[in-house]
């Protein structure tokens, strides 16, 4: 007999003994034949649970390639059409509502920028249906220079375009 096929005959006993002995200690199964009669069992008192429902489906909701993309890595730029930098990130509030947007601004390749938080709602998106298009911020350049730097784990100053000089409070 070749070799191959004495290969694959020993692969297929051993399949078949390993199957074989899998049957006779799966625990699952119920005992075979009479058992001796023991001690009789308490049965608990704890009813079993009902069986769960499934749940239901989830939502779908479809949106149109042109009316929603996402804005991570998009350039900012001013009225004027002037570089305002990039967004980095989102900042939300504790019920999910996005608040604000962290820009990367200033600097060149990197070095000496920093980061600053604009209001949402001092955003217009009317241009985002390429990837290259930009984000416009309805603040100047200058307003934007002059706003404090955002750092991780301290409190957060939003820059609005609304003309307010109080700080907005919002509960912790």
């Known amino acids: 007999m070749p070799i191959g096929r004495v290969s694959i005959l020993t692969g297929v006993a051993l399949a078949t003994l390993a199957a074989a002995s899998w049957a006779q200690n799966d625990s699952n199964s119920p005992p075979a034949g009479p058992t001796a009669p023991g001690p009789p069992q308490q049965q608990n008192a704890v009813p079993s649970a009902p069986p769960k429902e499934p749940a239901p489906p989830p939502s779908v909701t479809i949106i149109g390639a042109g009316y929603a993309h996402g804005v991570l890595g998009r350039d900012v730029r001013s009225a004027a059409d002037e570089d305002m930098g990039h967004i980095v990130d989102v900042i939300v ?54 706003a404090p730097e955002y750092k991780e784990d301290t409190p957060i100053v939003v820059l609005g375009a609304s003309g307010r000089l109080q700080p907005l409070q919002f509960s912790p």
Do not use: H, M, P
């Open 93 to 146: 509030d504790r019920t999910g509502t996005v608040r604000a947007a962290v820009i990367d601004f200033g600097g060149f390749l990197g070095v000496g920028s920093r980061k600053i938080v604009v209001d949402w709602n001092a955003l217009r998106f009317g241009g985002v249906a390429n990837k290259s298009d930009s984000i416009t911020l309805e603040l100047t350049k200058d307003q934007v220079r002059a």
